[in-house]
T-cell receptor, first 112, second 112 residues
Framework: ETGVTQTPRHLVMGMTNKKSLKCEQH?????MYWYKQSAKKPLELMFV???????ENNSVPSRFSPECPNSSHLFLHLHTLQPEDSALYLC???????????FGPGTRLTVL | ELKVEQNPLFLSMQEGKNYTIYCNYSTTSDRLYWYRQDPGKSLESLFV?????AVKQEGRLMASLDTKARLSTLHITAAVHDLSATYFC????????????FGTGTSLTVIP
């Protein structure tokens, strides 16, 4: 595997389900990001991790819970989501917080 | 909060024609990125502009940055169908403790 990978690529879940999105970077980077891309809106930064510590949390609802067990992996745990949470969730990584970001393919999430 | 505006939002152009996409932003920054996104796919980095007056070219695309005017342009020369995609600019404010701000995107369709 190369670059940034995300699984699953597509996810459909009910509002009462619990699921997790996974991101893995194979670039040796030390910072990782979660973004949300909704239709007709700019990409929104959700969380930033640097050296496995969370450094940014942009007022994201608590039904989204990130986890960064090591510098190569990032998870987004989902529970009790709403239909308006349906979006493309993109993971990115960079070397340092000022380095160029490289994006994964995204997970297309649909909440029914 | 930083605002990043792209113009136009939608662009339909014929093959062989030239056009420019504009990216205006509301505060001082000398780091700007351009990305391409194909439908259902992730973001592909096109250009990294790191100083006032920076100009970079790759194939039929050329990007420039004027930090005094807070403006970046993405110029398309002799468009071909393969350039059809959505193009995003992003202003990098991470060196001031802020985040990465994306524009709304320009959806480009090149008509044969």
């Amino acid at each position: 595997e190369t670059g940034v990978t995300q699984t699953p690529r597509h996810l459909v879940m009910g509002m009462t389900n619990k699921k997790s999105l996974k991101c893995e970077q194979h670039l040796g980077h030390n910072a990782m990001y979660w973004y949300k891309q909704s239709a007709k809106k700019p990409l929104e930064l959700m969380f930033v991790y640097s050296l496995e510590e969370r450094v940014e949390n942009n007022s994201v609802p608590s039904r989204f819970s990130p986890e960064c067990p090591n510098s190569s992996h990032l998870f987004l745990h989902l529970h009790t989501l709403q239909p308006e949470d349906s979006a493309l969730y993109l993971c990115a990584s960079s070397q340092g917080l000022a380095g160029e970001q490289f994006f994964g393919p995204g997970t297309r999430l649909t909440v029914l | 909060e930083l605002k990043v505006e792209q113009n136009p939002l939608f662009l339909s152009m014929q093959e062989g024609k030239n056009y420019t996409i504009y990216c205006n932003y509301s505060t001082t920054s000398d780091r700007l990125y351009w990305y391409r996104q194909d439908p259902g796919k992730s973001l592909e980095s096109l250009f990294v502009l790191l100083s006032n007056g920076a100009v970079k070219q790759e194939g039929r695309l050329m990007a420039s940055l004027d930090t005094k005017a807070r403006l970046s342009t993405l110029h398309i020369t002799a468009a071909v169908h393969d350039l059809s995609a959505t193009y995003f600019c992003a202003v990098d404010m991470r060196d001031t403790g802020n985040q990465f701000y994306f524009g709304t995107g320009t959806s480009l369709t090149v008509i044969p």
